[in-house]
């Protein structure tokens, strides 16, 4: 069959209802059924006209689906249902009283463009949309909850804060005791709990959360997934990516001068990305400079056919000059490590890695001593590791943790609890949150994307024959 019966055929083609499974947020009504509705302040809000109300308020029967690609040949549809979620946004019943709202908001793990932006919206949108006056902030992480006091949030405050890089609250790295957080929240009177921070966060977060239902308490909980290296599961993107691969490129922007200008040099960049190299894989697609992207998912060696010499050798001889983007966690497996460092952990449990920019400027030094003695050649190595993630969020970020935070209000007002909200497909959704903080986004090395990359740097696979 050619491309115009195909075309013909899917243009008459009917599609019968295709199978769907709703995946099952929880509700505080699942175990307190008799809490009181009340009408959305929203419904008396002046700034929202009449004309449009009835096209305002999200409705339980408007979902998201998870997949959107599919294959019309004869695979459609198909027999195992298609995942969706609830869609974000306010609901024309909720199930608090804002002006019993007590909330509490914590920022917990590495820092990220864009947390001060969410907690700002935070505040200002439970001040300003729902009516409530008690906010408060909860300094250091999780052990902020039992070994400080909450600080008072209010839009005066925050105004400022989405100019800020960082977070205000303050973070930290483990600290996590379950029964004294939510002991915690139970004796300060918190019922609604917004936990901004990555996988390692989100995990705390649902034990958090089912130690609240276990307890029966009326305390509704949400996640707002932050990671600067995007590989959070199922959302579309994590907020503060698109700021530190812009941040990125100032970095691989230095190496290619620093490597230009001399006769035989090399710019070599290491940024962030402990497990994934979506950072790295972006900047160097958005960049045009870089001649060898190495993340983690890809496995790479240094000598032999094939190897990153031989290729850094050619086009040293081609150009002049080459410049390399390295991931953080790239090349673990080939960089000689102590046994007592094997078994090293942070405070969050994550494996120390070493640093692979430190020991691969070394590793070039010695390869080009060795094979080209006596000729010219120059390592600029740059790090800007931390730099890229401490900066203020760009308008793109911005925008989007504004929307985060919004979403995660609406949602927490209507009574859902245990949910992370984020991006599928472009829409915003609620994912229950023990999914979210065991789902995981690797680069993958077998799509379009990353054969751009290599199309684009013309890197050798790093295969060994």
């Known amino acids: 069959m050619n491309t115009d019966d195909v075309q013909d055929q899917l243009e008459s083609l009917t599609i019968s209802p295709i199978n769907i499974k709703l995946k099952r947020l929880p509700r505080l009504t699942d175990y307190l059924p008799g809490l009181q509705t009340h009408t959305n302040p929203l419904q008396h809000n002046t700034f929202y006209h009449h004309s449009y109300r009835d096209g305002f308020y999200i409705s339980h029967s408007d979902v998201i689906l998870r997949q959107i690609v599919f294959d019309f040949s004869g695979n459609f549809p198909s027999s195992e249902p298609h995942l969706a979620y609830h869609r974000a946004g306010p609901r024309k019943e909720i199930l608090f009283d804002p002006k019993q709202v007590r909330a509490a908001i914590v920022t917990c793990g590495g820092l990220c463009p864009g947390l001060n932006t969410v907690i700002r919206e935070l505040v200002v949108g439970l001040w300003e949309l729902y009516g409530v006056r008690e906010i408060f902030g909860i300094k250091a992480g999780y ?45 300060r009177g918190f019922n609604q709990v917004y936990i901004i921070g990555g996988d390692g966060t989100l995990r705390g977060a649902v034990q958090i959360f089912n130690e609240i239902q276990r307890r029966k308490l009326n305390v509704a909980v949400t996640g707002i997934p932050k990671t600067v290296d995007n590989d959070v599961g199922i959302i579309d993107r994590s907020f503060g990516f698109q700021t530190a691969v812009e941040m990125a490129q100032q970095a691989i922007s230095a190496a290619h001068v620093e490597a230009e200008s001399a006769p035989n040099g090399i710019g070599l960049v290491k940024l962030m990305g402990r497990n994934t190299g979506h950072i790295t894989l972006n900047a160097t697609l958005s960049s045009c400079d870089v001649d060898c992207c190495l993340i983690p998912e890809n496995n790479f ?42 078994r090293e952990t942070d405070d969050s449990g994550n494996p120390v890695f070493l640093d692979v920019g430190a020991w691969l400027n070394s590793e070039l030094k010695k390869w080009w001593e060795r094979d080209h003695k006596g000729e010219l050649f120059t390592v600029k190595y740059i790090d800007p590791t931390y730099m890229i993630r401490a900066v203020t969020a760009n ?18 007002m209507a009574g859902y609890t245990g949910f992370v909200t984020g991006p599928i497909n472009g829409n915003y959704a609620y994912i229950p949150m023990d999914e979210v903080a065991h789902a995981k986004s690797p680069v993958s090395t077998n799509d379009h994307k990353w054969a751009w990359v290599r199309s684009v740097t013309a890197q050798p696979d790093f295969r060994r024959t």
Request: charged fraction near 25%.
């Open 301 to 342: 060696y240094l000598e032999g056919k094939g190897g990153l010499f031989e290729f850094i050798d050619l086009r040293l001889k081609e150009n002049g000059h080459a410049v390399i983007v390295v991931a953080e966690g790239a090349g673990q497996d080939i960089i000689p490590r102590p046994d007592s460092q094997k």
């Open 143 to 187: 052990r902020g909850f039992y070994s400080g006091d909450p600080i008072r949030l209010d839009p005066k405050l925050v105004h400022n804060w989405h100019k800020r890089g960082g977070t205000v609250l303050e973070t930290s790295r483990g600290g996590f005791d379950l029964h004294k957080i939510v002991d915690t929240i139970e004796k």
């Open 395 to 412: 308008a793109t970020d911005n925008l989007y943790c504004t929307l985060l935070a919004h979403s995660a209000i609406h949602g927490i």
